[in-house]
C-alpha cells in the first residue's frame, strides 16, 4: 500500500481481555517494527522483524506481549491479560530495511488501546 | 549507555524561527534524524543527516550537526501554526541497524 496502515485506530477493552493490533506495512519493506508510546513519554521499542531471521524480541516488556509477521508482510501485536498500564499508542513503522543509507522508517497512525 | 536528550516544551511566536536541540552519547552513530508528530498521528520524517555532515539544509529546515560535542539541533525558519507538533530526535548506532535511539520528544508551540 502507499503507508503503513494500523488497525484497529482506537481500542477500549476491559482488564484481562486480550486484544489484537494489526499492522500492514509498505509493499516491499522487509523491515518491520512495533513501538509503544505512553502519555508524555518517548518512543518504547518493543519488537523488530526483519525478512525471514527471527524477530528481535528484546523490548516486549512481559511474556504477554506477542507478535507475529506472516508472509514477510502483515504484523499482529497480541496483548494477552490486559493491564491498566498497557494503555498507550501502538506504532508500527516499516523501512526497506538495508544495512547501508538512511533506512528512514515509516510510520503509521498508531493504535490507541485503552485499559479500563 | 546510549541516550538521546531534548528539552520537552518550546514556544515561539509565528514568524520567527525555531530552534531544537538534541544531545547524544554514542560518537559511533552513523545517521541522526528529525520526525514529527502532529496530534493523534503517526511520526512522520522530517530530514536526517549522515554523521560525515555538519549541516543540511531543506527549505526551511536547517540541521546543524557537532560531533564533538554530540550535538544536533533543527532550526525552522518562518515558523508558522502548522508548525505546532512534537519533534523527536533519533540517532542510529554503528552496526545496529534495528532499535533507534530515541529522544522523548519536543512539543513546538506557536503563537500567533
Known amino acids: 500500500g502507499a503507508g503503513v496502515s494500523q488497525s484497529p485506530s482506537n481500542k477500549v477493552t476491559e482488564k484481562g481481555k486480550d486484544v489484537e493490533l494489526r499492522c500492514d506495512p509498505i509493499?516491499?519493506?522487509?523491515?518491520l517494527y512495533w513501538y509503544r508510546q505512553s502519555l508524555g513519554q518517548g518512543l518504547e521499542f518493543l519488537i523488530y522483524?526483519?525478512?525471514?531471521?527471527?524477530?528481535?524480541k528484546s523490548g516486549l516488556p512481559s511474556d504477554r506481549f506477542s507478535a507475529e509477521r506472516t508472509g514477510g508482510s502483515v504484523s499482529t501485536l497480541t496483548i494477552q491479560r490486559t493491564q491498566q498500564e498497557d494503555s498507550a499508542v501502538y506504532l508500527c513503522?516499516?523501512?526497506?530495511?538495508?544495512?547501508?543509507?538512511?533506512?528512514?522508517?515509516?510510520f503509521g497512525a498508531g493504535s490507541r488501546l485503552t485499559v479500563l | 549507555g546510549e541516550d538521546v536528550e531534548q528539552s520537552l516544551f518550546l514556544s515561539v511566536r509565528e514568524g520567527d524561527s525555531s530552534v531544537i536541540n538534541c544531545t547524544y552519547t554514542?560518537?559511533?552513530?552513523?545517521?541522526l534524524y528529525w520526525y514529527k508528530q502532529e496530534p493523534g498521528a503517526g511520526l512522520q520524517l522530517l530530514t536526517y543527516?549522515?554523521?560525515n555532515m555538519d549541516m543540511k539544509q531543506d527549505q526551511r529546515l536547517t540541521v546543524l550537526l557537532n560531533k564533538k560535542d554530540k550535538h544536533l539541533s533543527l532550526r525552522i525558519a518562518d515558523t508558522q501554526t502548522g508548525d505546532s507538533a512534537i519533534y523527536f530526535c533519533?540517532?542510529?548506532?554503528?552496526?545496529?541497524?534495528?532499535?533507534?535511539?530515541w529522544g522523548l520528544g519536543t512539543s513546538l508551540a506557536v503563537n500567533p
Open positions: 522483524f526483519q525478512g525471514n531471521s527471527a524477530p528481535d
Open positions: 533519533a540517532e542510529r548506532p554503528a552496526g545496529n541497524n534495528r532499535k533507534l535511539i
Open positions: 513503522a516499516s523501512s526497506l530495511g538495508s544495512q547501508t543509507g538512511a533506512n528512514v522508517l515509516t
Open positions: 554514542d560518537s559511533s552513530s552513523t545517521y
Open positions: 543527516i549522515f554523521s
Open positions: 509493499s516491499g519493506h522487509t523491515a
